[in-house]
T-cell receptor, first 115, second 114 residues
């Protein structure tokens, strides 16, 4: 596989469920990101990991819990979500060394629906 | 601080007509500028980017953009629209150094009319 792969592509969950989103990058990058994309809103940066260390957490509610076990994998653990958390969750990666330019490589996203 | 403004959340053009999507930015340091495209139910894909050097940047699918520092603009153009260009387009700005801090615009949905 190449690029950035996200699973599942679609997820429906109740407010009391616990689920996880998975992201895997095959690009040799060392930084990974979670973005939230809601209708009629700008892309929201949620979390950034650089060299497996969380370097940014944009005031995201604790019901979202990221995990980065290595530079190729990123998870977003979900629990007791609210209906307003329904959105497309995008994972991205980048090379955070040398002449980095800010170019992000995105996965196809996980469409989350909270009932 | 940096920001991006995309003028027009929806743009409609006829097939074969010029595509012009507008983007203005603000940045306290020399910016890196990007255009990304998102097709329905997909992630974002890089169309083109400006880092340094030539201010006219060519990207995939016949798109190009020109960095105009004096106007703080980075408008996206394509001479002749194709039906397959219908998508949402995002302008973005970042600064160099460390992990990327990328700021996205709110997006412009392009509709191509047959």
């Amino acid at each position: 596989e190449t690029g950035v792969t996200q699973t599942p592509r679609h997820l429906v969950m109740g407010m009391t469920n616990k689920k996880s989103l998975k992201c895997e990058q095959h690009l040799g990058h060392n930084a990974m990101y979670w973005y939230k994309q809601s209708a009629k809103k700008p892309l929201e940066l949620m979390f950034v990991y650089s060299l497996e260390e969380r370097v940014e957490n944009n005031s995201v509610p604790s019901r979202f819990s990221p995990e980065c076990p290595n530079s190729s994998h990123l998870f977003l653990h979900l629990h007791t979500l609210q209906p307003e958390d329904s959105a497309l969750y995008l994972c991205a990666s980048s090379q955070d060394r040398g002449l980095n330019t800010g170019e992000l490589f995105f996965g196809e996203g996980s469409r989350l629906t909270v009932l | 601080a940096q920001s991006v403004t995309q003028l027009g959340s929806h743009v409609s053009v006829s097939e074969g007509a010029l595509v012009l999507l507008r983007c203005n930015y603000s940045s306290s340091v020399p910016p890196y500028l990007f255009w990304y495209v998102q097709y329905p139910n997909q992630g974002l894909q890089l169309l083109l980017k400006y880092t340094t050097g030539a201010t006219l940047v060519k990207g995939i699918n016949g798109f190009e953009a020109e960095f105009k520092k004096s106007e703080t603009s980075f408008h996206l153009t394509k001479p002749s629209a194709h039906m397959s260009d219908a998508a949402e387009y995002f302008c973005a700005v970042s600064r160099s150094g460390g992990y990327q801090k990328v700021t996205f615009g709110t997006g412009t949905k392009l509709q191509v009319i047959p």
